[in-house]
Every structure is written in C-alpha cells, then in structure tokens.
C-alpha cells in the first residue's frame, strides 16, 4: 500500500525558506507512471496545488507561486522536497503532498495523499 | 479567488440524496476533465471521481459525478453520517500560460 508523509519544521519565521519533504513508501518514486506533487490548504481555507514533479526532475509550478517555489526529487531516498522562499503570515498552511499518475495535463487527478503538516509562519 | 465555484454548504437526511455543483469555464472544466475528493475534518482529501465521473476503486457506487459543458456534478445517494464532509472538485485550468491545476471553493455536506 502506498504511503506518504511529509515532514519538515512546523514554524518558520518570515521573510525565510520553508522546506518540506515527503518520503514515499510502499512504491518507488523512480516509477515513469507518476508525478509528485505539493498542495496547501490555509486554516479553514480551500486548497490550492503548488506544484509537481516527475523523477526525472521536470516541474511544474503554480504561475502564481512560481517566483518562490523549489520542488526537487531525490531518488536514492525515494523522497521529493518542496522550498518555499520569502514566506509570509499568509503561507501559513496544511502542506500535502501527494501523487498523480502521468497523464495530460487536462486529464490531472490527485489519488494518494499524505496525511498533511501544518507548517506556521510567525516570528 | 478559485476559479471553479461551489455552494458553501448541502444538507439533507440520512438515506437521502444530495448534488453539489462545480462551475467553472471553457478554459476549465469545459475542455478537462474534472475529479472530487471527499475532505472529512482534521484529515487529507481523499480522491472520489476521476475524469469526470469514474470511481476508484473501493469508492462506493452512491457516489457519481457527471459533467456537462462548463459544470460538473458529484451526486450522494444514501446519504450517511460518515459523508459529513468537505467536498472539493478539481481540474486543469489553462487561462495563464503555463496553466495550472485548480480546485473548487469547497462545499460542506451535513447530514441532518
């Protein structure tokens, strides 16, 4: 059974970089069949993809994010990281890391999740 | 602001059927296909339907979904406690250049 965890610091001050990593067990990130991806969801608030990635190291942001977003992947350790620059009060979420098998872009879907962290930004 | 707009709340009695719509546009859902994910409180979505009206599989037959043009539809029948939940639509949303996946705005489901 697939499994996803995400793990990282659960406070970051702001104006620095917030970093998260999701180890994947029960399968291999290497698969040619998935990517990897990233989602946050603010205090009471919706969700909201951040961006993924394939093993082979290809990315894919949201517009939105993209000045501030790092997502890399390291195969050895079968484990994808995110970095998130210059954080604020408002990156304040529950982190998500999930997977989506390899489609088109228009046929996308999330379907293993991990359990989620919340990560708080404050001084 | 999501691009993809959902009631902010269901309800209705065990037993009992509910529908929850997700609107969006051409750049949207009128030319992708949509998935729902089931949030209960305090844990990660879960995936419900994919391309538009297919269920993975142990997702239970009283959950479908249709879609239609610029909107889509997750239908619940035989409505339970345990399907007291958030529910979030999704898709591929191409109106920046890059394009980017989307989620709705989320719709909260009360059993009464």
């Known amino acids: 059974q697939l499994q996803l965890q995400e793990s990282g610091p659960g406070l970051v001050k702001p104006s620095e970089t917030l970093s998260l990593t999701c180890t994947v067990s029960?399968?291999?990130?290497?698969?040619?069949?998935?990517?990897w991806g990233w989602i946050r969801q603010p205090p009471g608030k919706g969700l909201e993809w951040i961006g993924s990635?394939?093993?082979?190291?290809?990315?894919y942001y949201n517009p939105s994010l993209k000045s501030r977003v790092t997502i890399f992947v390291d195969t050895s350790k079968n484990q994808f990281s995110l970095k998130l620059s210059s954080v604020t009060a408002a990156d304040t979420a529950v982190f998500y890391c999930?997977?989506?098998?390899?489609?088109?872009?228009?046929?996308?879907?999330?379907?293993?999740w991990g359990q989620g962290t919340l990560v708080t930004v404050s001084s | 602001q999501s691009v993809l707009t959902q009631p902010p709340s269901v309800s209705a009695a065990p037993g009992q059927k509910v529908t929850i719509s997700c609107s969006g546009s051409?750049?949207?859902?009128?030319?992708?296909?949509v998935s729902w994910y089931q949030q209960r409180p305090g844990t990660a979505p879960k995936l419900l339907i994919y391309?538009?009206?297919k269920r993975p599989s142990g997702i239970p037959d009283r959950f479908s979904g249709s879609k239609s043009g610029t909107s889509a539809t997750l239908g619940i029948t035989g409505l339970q406690t345990g399907d007291e939940a958030e529910y979030y639509c999704?898709?591929?949303?191409?109106?920046?250049?890059?394009?980017?996946?989307?989620f709705g705005t989320g719709t909260k489901v009360t059993v009464l």
């Open positions: 999930a997977r989506s098998p390899l489609r088109t872009f228009n046929e996308w879907y999330f379907d293993y």
């Open positions: 029960g399968g291999s990130i290497s698969s040619n069949s998935y990517y």
């Open positions: 990635i394939y093993y082979s190291g290809s990315t």
């Open positions: 051409s750049s949207n859902i009128g030319n992708n296909y």
């Open positions: 391309d538009n009206s």
């Open positions: 999704g898709t591929w949303d191409s109106s920046v250049s890059a394009g980017l996946y989307v």
